[in-house]
């Protein structure tokens, strides 16, 4: 079966900076994955998913991620935070020939300093 | 598309009480899931539905916890008796059959249910 990993609990970043959140897979094929992002008091909304091909894929709001093989990893960046990306964000994976069950992390809560 | 729909969006009820919570897919979706959110435990599987039929409901915490889907453009889960510790937030959400889970999920704004 799939597992997911988000190793941060709780990330702080100041506005402007950088953002890398970080997502571990297991699973013993290519998977499916994504990113969700849930706003307070919101659902779940898909950012970016990856499932074949170019292993950067670009996402809404200026994410992006990169599906990396060797270390199982799809981890999401962001150039340049804005205060309004404060959220939780979720990982998924998903299985080939799974059905479509997903299953999710954790989740990563992210608070932007001014 | 009007989205994944769920009522109520609030729900407070005495312990003991029967609670009811509803969602609508969007139209074409075969596949609903239901999830659990609370500080705790996060995000947990509850239940899933494929083209109305329950598919795994290993999830479901206990016999309290009930869900159906009469038809594909509804359903429903239900908490009999409802006690504190199931005070959460209950999100339902549709994707359709392709063959893979390549589209992910659409989820609802949830419901936050509170029991007192």
């Known amino acids: 079966a799939q597992s997911v990993t988000q190793p941060d609990i709780h990330i702080t970043v100041s506005e402007g900076a950088s953002l890398e959140l970080r997502c571990n897979y297991s699973y013993g094929a290519t998977p499916y994955l994504f990113w969700y992002v849930q706003s307070p008091g919101q659902g779940l909304q898909l950012l970016l998913k990856y499932f074949s091909g170019d292993t950067l894929v670009q996402g809404i709001k200026g994410f992006e991620a990169e599906f990396k093989r060797s270390q199982s990893s799809f981890n999401l960046r962001k150039p340049s935070v804005h205060w309004s990306d404060a959220a939780e964000y979720f990982c998924?994976?998903?299985?080939?020939?799974?059905?479509?069950?997903?299953?999710f992390g954790t989740g990563t809560q992210l608070k932007v300093e001014l | 598309d009007a989205g994944v729909i769920q009522s109520p969006r609030h729900e407070v009820t005495e312990m003991g009480q029967e609670v009811t919570l509803r969602c609508k897919p969007i139209s074409g979706h075969d596949y609903l899931f239901w999830y659990r959110q609370t500080m705790m435990r996060g995000l947990e599987l509850l239940i899933y539905?494929?083209?109305?039929?329950?598919?795994?409901d290993s999830g479901m915490p206990e016999d309290r916890f009930s869900a159906k889907m009469p038809n594909a453009s509804f359903s429903t889960l239900k908490i009999q008796p409802s006690e504190p510790r199931d005070s959460a937030v209950y999100f339902c959400a549709s994707s359709k059959n392709v063959g893979s889970p390549i589209n992910g999920y659409t989820f609802g704004s949830g419901t936050r249910l509170t029991v007192v």
């Open positions: 539905f494929n083209n109305n039929v329950p598919i795994d």
């Open positions: 998924a994976v998903g299985a080939r020939g799974g059905g479509n069950k997903l299953t």
